[in-house]
């Protein structure tokens, strides 16, 4: 398989290693990991972290600057100018994210994106996405609904509309309010707060899954189920994702379905 390594003396390459450890590695991720000049890396997983290292010796962890300021934010800004830094000693880079590296996960992104600006090759591999195990491991397609996904804090900031004829997918959601790294933390006030922006729209009977997907090859996903009402109480953990299927089908728009041609039993 070809690769950009050779033909520039510069690049970015922002790479994701998915969820489940070594499986979600494609072909391509594995090449611009073992062969970069310098490897960066941000996973969630220990073993991941082995692994990376031993298929680059030149691998160095960005852990000590995801916890180094109070605020998250302030911490993803650091680690998007270390990695611009790096990049400016004009070497082959390759940044290692957990999951995909661009969902969910902004400093690679921001340093895609300046690294561009400033005339360097840079892109960003797609890799396997917590909800790309969850469309797999609970049988959902999001074409046949339409799919809502968001942070949970920010759906309660910024009040976010559901539409609840949609799937829909919150991250982040053990976490209701943190901004920072606290360790342990209790969600309760945040999924109280969670259920009562839901209840706006399902009826608190309303089943949910918290979900998690295997980390491991050998183990399975958690898949709890759930009513909406029990969500104060739920085990969350901080990779936990929440679903919430949808509540109906929307009915086809009769003048639409005339003007494109369609008979509403043609559709799924
Ligand atoms: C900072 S985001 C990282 C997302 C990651 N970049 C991805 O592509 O999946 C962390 C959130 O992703 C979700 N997540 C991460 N690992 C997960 C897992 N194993 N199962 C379910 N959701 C997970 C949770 O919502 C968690 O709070």
Same mark, same amino acid.
């Given at each position: 398989?070809?690769?950009?390594?050779?033909?520039?003396?510069?690049?970015?390459?922002?790479?994701?290693?998915? /969820?489940?450890?070594?499986?979600?590695?494609?072909? !391509? *991720?594995?090449?611009?990991?073992?062969?970069?000049?310098?490897?960066?890396?941000?996973?969630?997983? $220990?073993?991941?972290?082995?692994?990376?290292?031993?298929?680059? $010796?030149?691998?160095?962890? =960005?852990?000590? @600057?995801?916890?180094? +300021?109070? =605020? &998250? @934010?302030? #911490? +993803?800004?650091? /680690?998007?100018?270390?990695? =611009?830094? *790096?990049? &400016?000693?004009?070497?082959?880079?390759?940044?290692?994210?957990?999951?995909? $590296?661009?969902?969910?996960?902004?400093?690679?992104?921001?340093?895609?994106?300046?690294?561009?600006?400033?005339? +360097?090759?840079?892109? /960003?591999?797609?890799?396997?996405?917590?909800?790309? #195990?969850?469309?797999?491991?609970? #049988?959902?397609?999001?074409?046949?609904?339409?799919?809502?996904?968001?942070?949970?804090?920010?759906?309660?900031?910024?009040?976010?509309?559901?539409?609840?004829?949609?799937?829909? /997918?919150?991250?982040?959601?053990?976490?209701?309010?943190?901004?920072?790294?606290?360790?342990?933390?209790?969600?309760?006030?945040?999924?109280?707060?969670?259920?009562?922006?839901?209840?706006?729209?399902?009826?608190?009977?309303?089943?949910?899954?918290?979900?998690?997907?295997?980390?491991?090859?050998?183990? !399975?996903? &958690?898949?709890?189920? @759930?009513?909406?009402?029990?969500? $104060? !109480?739920?085990?969350?953990? &901080?990779?936990? *994702?929440?679903?919430?299927?949808?509540?109906?089908?929307?009915? #086809?728009?009769?003048?639409?379905?005339? *003007?494109?041609?369609?008979?509403?039993?043609? @559709?799924?």
């Amino acid at each position: 398989m070809e690769s950009n390594l050779n033909r520039k003396d510069t690049s970015l390459v922002v790479v994701g290693s998915g /969820i489940k450890f070594v499986s979600h590695i494609t072909t !391509e *991720t594995r090449i611009y990991i073992e062969h970069a000049d310098k490897v960066l890396y941000l996973v969630n997983n $220990p073993a991941m972290k082995e692994w990376i290292q031993k298929q680059n $010796p030149h691998a160095e962890s =960005l852990d000590f @600057l995801y916890t180094k +300021y109070p =605020l &998250r @934010l302030h #911490c +993803y800004r650091a /680690i998007t100018n270390f990695i =611009l830094e *790096t990049l &400016r000693r004009n070497i082959h880079l390759c940044v290692v994210l957990y999951g995909h $590296p661009a969902i969910f996960a902004q400093p690679a992104l921001e340093a895609v994106i300046q690294a561009k600006k400033e005339g +360097y090759y840079a892109k /960003i591999l797609p890799s396997i996405s917590a909800e790309d #195990c969850l469309f797999a491991d609970l #049988c959902i397609d999001p074409a046949s609904h339409g799919c809502q996904s968001f942070e949970a804090t920010d759906l309660l900031v910024r009040q976010r509309r559901i539409d609840p004829s949609s799937h829909l /997918i919150l991250w982040q959601v053990g976490s209701i309010g943190v901004l920072g790294h606290v360790r342990s933390h209790d969600n309760s006030k945040g999924a109280k707060l969670l259920l009562n922006h839901l209840i706006q729209y399902y009826h608190v009977d309303h089943q949910v899954i918290l979900y998690e997907a295997a980390q491991y090859p050998h183990l !399975e996903p &958690r898949i709890d189920t @759930l009513r909406l009402t029990e969500l $104060p !109480e739920a085990p969350f953990s &901080r990779i936990s *994702t929440l679903y919430v299927p949808p509540l109906c089908k929307v009915p #086809c728009d009769e003048a639409m379905l005339i *003007t494109l041609g369609i008979k509403s039993t043609e @559709l799924q």
